[in-house]
């Protein structure tokens, strides 16, 4: 039977939501929509309905983005590129340079074909220029933006919905995003995202409903094009329990035994096709959510390519798969699963090693090679895909993109032990994977197996490589505080020479007046070095503000009178040398006289030495200048 569209059916109530909110934002009031929904419930049916009347329109611009799940995590930027695609396609190359402004840079890190930049902009900057560019296009026309499948998306594109929920009011912007509410459990990242969006009232969620009996029959008979559905009508309600896409799905076989399980339903086009269209199918399936007519031509062979058009053809007029000029996909997320579990094993290895290597030679991108991990997984190949694993964490984690990093990250892990001589294979050592992975899942907000990860790679760590474990102990320190441990004081004795323990014993030592004087590390926080002036003093001074003087305690650096520093940080790690270079920590008792900046400082600020009784800049051996990698912004 051949595929026919439905009319939209039983979703006015929705649309009217869509359209009202839409009428807001025309008005100049930013407004967001979520669509909330699960599988199958016809989420991107509803958006397509209402985007194509808003194209009708011609006044308003509509940029989509779809968020994609590689497998080993989510597809890095998938949804973002999307959106600076149809801005370019809509603007121009120049002009959304000029609207994305003097950080136009780093669009270079979603779309380095569409845009010819350098790219050097962090990778954290980047839901700040896409949402700013969005804006930015708002001010002067009416703009609509699509996001699907947000339970997919990435850190990167989470944060550049939440930057366009919460833009002030005063542009033309609506945003409607939609997602599967029965994937977003207790512990999705998304799930918090949202329930403080709603907190603060800046979105209205939109539930889509399962449809009525009487919905079911009306689209039954659209897609018969028959008003009578016949006897069948009971079972198909029965089965389909309302689901739009089971309806489309079963509906053609009315009359027939209809499966029992999910995946034979899901199945039931793809199993009157010919061997030859399901073949093709298999192989489509197993480049992904989408293929390329690249991609397959590189993989498979462009003769073989042009051989199976007769079979792709066929299947998209089953509607198994859905062409475009660029490639193929499945109609339905769900029915490329079922088709992925029909490869068997040596075709699996086969297609997923022919894939890999089709990729191996394209130009170099985050999510290009968490693809190229998630192949040479699925093909079985363990050196192969290990190396694939760290290459594709160490990428991901450089570009902001966590969650596939510690994906990444934790499946090298379990690869490791597959591979003879691994070290080699993946290009770094057990223990320092380990930590680069714990750093990866710190910034999920895992902490507790960031820390477990910590203590294993300590464990490991060889001894003769002091500045490595000096490193590695600072970057356990922070894990520890942050995730409530005690054991981040006992990371940085460990990592501190025997001169500064010495002097810390010292300095616990001391009277309760020369600790607030010394600011070791039992000292209770500092107060200025002098009493405050009075408003008027203030006010005369407020022409020639002179430079202020910080005093404060990190618990980090304690200080001892005799101006011996406990902690040295070169590149904010512990080092057991005294050969660091100038710098000034905001969160220290003194200031050094050359103060130019701190490692965790956002920026340099300069200040005055500390003058009066006992007044000399601190330093460490040599009268070198001190730096603290856990300072924290003074108080004054």
């Known amino acids: 039977m051949a595929h026919v569209r439905a009319p939209l059916v039983g979703r006015a109530p929705e649309l009217a939501v869509l359209r009202e909110a839409y009428a807001e934002a025309r008005r100049g009031a930013v407004r967001s929509v979520l669509v909330a929904g699960e599988a199958g419930i016809g989420k991107s049916r509803l958006l397509r309905e209402f985007v194509s009347e808003l194209r009708e329109s011609g006044d308003t611009l509509v940029v989509s983005g779809a968020c994609a799940d590689s497998g080993s995590g989510p597809l890095p930027y998938a949804a973002l590129e999307g959106l600076v695609r149809d ?6 190359a120049d002009r959304t340079l000029d609207e994305a402004g003097p950080s136009a840079d780093a669009l270079g890190l979603v779309a380095p074909r569409l845009i ?11 839901p700040e220029v896409v949402a700013g560019l969005l804006a930015s296009v708002a001010q002067r026309q009416p703009l609509v933006v699509v996001v699907e499948d947000l339970h997919w998306a990435d850190d990167a594109t989470r944060a550049t919905v939440d930057r366009l929920a919460r833009l002030p009011q005063g542009s033309a912007l ?6 599967r509410s029965d994937d977003v459990g207790r512990g999705h990242p998304l799930r918090s995202m949202l329930a403080e969006l709603e907190r603060a009232r800046l979105v209205t969620r939109l539930a889509v409903p399962r449809l009525d009996e009487g919905e079911i029959a009306q689209l039954a008979a659209a897609l018969l094009g028959d008003d009578d559905v016949g006897p069948g009508l009971a079972d198909l309600i029965d089965r389909s329990e309302g689901v739009p896409f089971y309806v489309e799905e079963l509906v053609g076989f009315l009359g027939t035994d209809l499966p029992d399980s999910l995946r034979d339903l899901l199945l039931l086009r793809y199993s009157r096709l010919s061997p030859t269209a399901q073949e093709f199918c298999r192989q ?12 397959l031509s590189d993989a498979l062979g462009p003769d073989a390519v042009v051989a199976a058009e007769g079979a792709a053809r066929e299947a998209v007029a089953a509607a198994v798969l859905e062409g475009d000029e660029d490639g193929y996909a499945f109609r339905h997320a769900l029915v490329q699963e079922a088709v992925l579990s029909e490869l068997l094993p040596g075709e699996r290895r086969r297609l997923h090693s022919a894939y890999a290597n089709a990729l191996e030679s394209y130009p170099t991108t985050v999510a290009r090679l968490s693809e190229i991990a998630e192949h040479w997984w699925r093909a079985r190949v363990p050196d192969r895909a290990l190396a694939a694993a760290v290459r594709g964490q160490e990428a991901a984690d450089r570009a902001g993109s966590w969650t596939t990093a510690a994906t990444l990250g934790e499946r090298a892990l379990d690869l490791w032990e597959m591979v003879p001589d691994a070290e080699e294979a993946a290009g770094v050592s057990h223990h320092q994977l380990v930590i680069g992975v714990a750093d990866s899942v710190r910034s999920t907000t895992r902490l507790d197996r960031a820390l477990a990860l910590c203590q294993q790679a300590l464990a490991e760590w060889p001894p003769d490589d002091t500045d490595g474990l000096a490193r590695a102990l600072d970057n356990a320190a922070v894990i520890a505080a942050q995730a409530g441990s005690t054991e981040g004081r006992a990371f940085l004795e460990r990592g501190s020479p025997s001169w500064v323990r010495a002097r810390t014993t010292r300095c616990a030592r001391c009277s309760s007046s020369r600790r607030r004087e010394t600011g070791c590390s039992t000292a209770a926080p500092a107060r200025r070095s002098r009493a405050r002036p009075s408003a008027s003093r203030r006010r005369r001074r407020r022409g020639r503000r002179p430079a202020r003087r910080w005093r404060s305690t990190c618990a980090a650096s304690p200080v001892c009178r005799s101006g011996t520093w406990a902690v040295w940080t070169t590149s904010n790690a512990l080092v057991t040398s005294p050969s660091t270079t100038g710098g000034r920590c905001r969160a220290t008792t003194s200031t050094p006289p050359t103060a130019t900046s701190c490692e965790a400082s956002s920026r340099s600020r300069s200040v005055s030495p500390r003058r009066g009784r006992g007044a000399r800049a601190r330093s460490g051996p040599g009268g070198a200048p001190m730096r603290c990698s856990r300072a924290t912004p003074p108080r004054r």
């Open 174 to 179: 609506l945003l409607v995003a939609s997602y």
């Open 87 to 92: 801005v370019v396609g809509a603007l121009g």
């Open 116 to 126: 010819d930049v350098r790219v050097q902009a962090s990778p954290g900057r980047l």
């Open 284 to 295: 489509v399936a197993a480049a992904g959510p989408r293929a390329s007519y690249d991609l």
